[in-house]
């Protein structure tokens, strides 16, 4: 066995050999996932596109009814699928957010340090738990609980599906605010602390707002991960396709549409190419979502500069 | 670590394709949620009896399994629905030819819950409910409360049977698309207003919940799925046999377990499954099909 001594004295490459080589494998996979990237983007551009062969662009964003099974009359309109998933994304946001935030703010700022050693891990554990475990839940504990609060006949409602992906978006929410809080330099709080003001007004009115674009990457990062969920909202949500009535009614999100009928559907039809229609429309949302979020913190970032 | 498990799949991939087509003795059986639970059954009883066979057993809907008897990922796919002409071009087109075998019968269940005073309809007011002309218990003598649906998804057999044979039209909008027959008999339990369909196997033991009696026609019998007599005379009027789909030639593996599944012991099991025999009709059709 050769001592790490050895090693060091007699490389077998020359460092600016070496160099270049990490330099080249680290281009190779950044390259990679860039072209990944860009494969899924074409891959779902040219299957989307055979489906407006047979249904025009106007019906498809502009329809009331997705019944591409019908008995009589085959219909592919995605206004329903629209609205739902974004009652869902913007319910469990409401509910998320606010708590995420102030468990963050609680963990950095209040919290003993003992207590904040024991919370965060079992936070972060929060976030592996998979996504039909939380359905199941969704069935069995939070759908009958809201059935019961809001005398309903049952639980399979939008609200059921928002506080499911609240509690699965509050682990991105909570670590990454966490972390931006935590990076706010000491000297603000200090400065904050010596003008007078109370720990409350220092934690509400310096920190946050210097951890804001922190803050902000947190919640978009968990709105994207509720968008994009797909499992909770198939089974807690009752996935009629009719339009949705209200947050106490059943909805049906676009990734629940493309779960349950690409599984079955024949393919190079209409119907399969219009599914991966409907998986453009997701990737355009979520890209949408990104870049919002990315404007905001340029923003941000320029005005504190 | 994505990477490592990547690598893992990707071994796990690659070795497992090749084995998974040269393996002797394996049956690869996918399809119908509601055969799902009498053929894992029917499946461990056979491989008790044959050391060394091995039958895997999937659900995931008729449709699911009829695609992947389509794209040649299963021996045998469970359909409780019949193939549709254009699903039977699709393998004839590969050059394989598709053989029908009904290994049991269902009465297909309308269920309520217990709490619900309804306990008999007519195939055109169970259709009505579905289709949403119907939105209330009163208008079918019950009390007055609004009425909600439960079905299947669409890759679902019973989905498309139930809808062709009882709806003759499209489900109402608003009916919940349930993940299963057990899905929905859960729903139907805790839920007073709720109205289902589900195999009859998934009703046998289940409580909290009633079994309609439903008639033909007005003024008819009003039959009982629970009841053996009336599935296998036919009186029930939404009785349909479970099917196996097998693509290409029979294999004697897929053969042997087959012939199992009609024998005496076979049928058996269907029976204490919650389900019926074949009925002599079916039996003929299975003869014509060499079984």
Redesign the interface.
Known sequence: MRSLTDSVRKPWISTARREKLVHGLFFVCGIFSVIVLLGIFLLLIVTAVPAFEEISIKEFLFGL?W??????QETYGIVPMLVSTFMVTLGALAIAVPLGVGTAAYLSEVAHPRVREIAKPIVEILAGIPSVVIGFLG?VLVG?WI?RVFGL??G?TALNGAVLLAVMALPTIISISEDALKSVPDTYEQASLALGATSWQTIVRVKIPAALSGIIAACMLGMGRAVGETMTV??AT??????PESFLG?V?TLTSSIA??L????YNTTHYYALFALGLVLFVITFIINLISDVILHRYEKAHR | MKKAMMFVLLAAFLSWSPVARAGRGMIQIKGSDTLINLVQRLAEVYMEGHPGKYIAVTG??S??G??AL?NGKCDIADASRVMKP??EA?VAKSGRQVHRVVIAMDGLSVIVNAANPVDRLTMDQVGAIFRGDITNWKDVGGPE??I??YGR???SGTF?FF??TV????Y????????GNA?IV??VK?????IGYVGVGYVKEATGLKVLKIASHPGGNYADPLNKEDVEKGIYPITRPLNQYIGGQVSPEARAFIEFELSPKGQAIVQQEGFFPVSAEYKALNRRAGF
């Open positions: 009814d019944n591409p099974t019908s008995y009589e069935i009958p059935a006949p049952n399979l198939l089974m009752g996935c009629s396709p009719a339009m059943p049906r349950i009928e599984g079955e559907v024949a | 995931g809907g449709g699911t009829i695609a389509i254009k699903e699709r409360m609004p909600t649906l998804q669409s890759n498309i809808r062709d709806l003759k039209g499209d109402s909008q608003k009916m919940n698309r349930m993940n899905q859960e729903s805790k839920d007073r207003t709720g």
